[in-house]
């Protein structure tokens, strides 16, 4: 089965950035036909994603409140996919989760899969004020 490994997370200040890394492996289904996303969640506040590519077409998709601020992306070999995150705000604070679900981002991308993913393990974001 597929193993996400995200790294990147740390503490930062308003307005300052991060880059979010998530390493994939173990595919056995298309690699070219899942949809990658970005989860975060909050203390006390429900999981919600922030940012998702489609390895087929590199389409990408971002929640309102992210776009114009952070980029999703990935590499060629469909092995890695990246968050680069400025501008950040206190509000962005949470751990952040990498999810793998099989076909496109229609699903639609920013509800939360739950079993029906392949999860990493998380990586905090703190962004003081």
Partial sequence: QVQLVESGGGSVQAGGSLRLSCAASG??????DYCMGWFRQAPGKER???A???????????ADSVKDRWTVSQDNSKTFMYLQMNSLKPEDTAMYYCVAVKGTCGGPWWRDPGAGGYWGQGTQVTVSS
């Fill in 27 to 32: 595919y056995t289904y298309r690699v070219y």
């Fill in 48 to 50: 919600e994603g922030v």
């Fill in 52 to 62: 998702a590519v489609y390895t087929g077409s590199g389409s990408t998709h971002y």
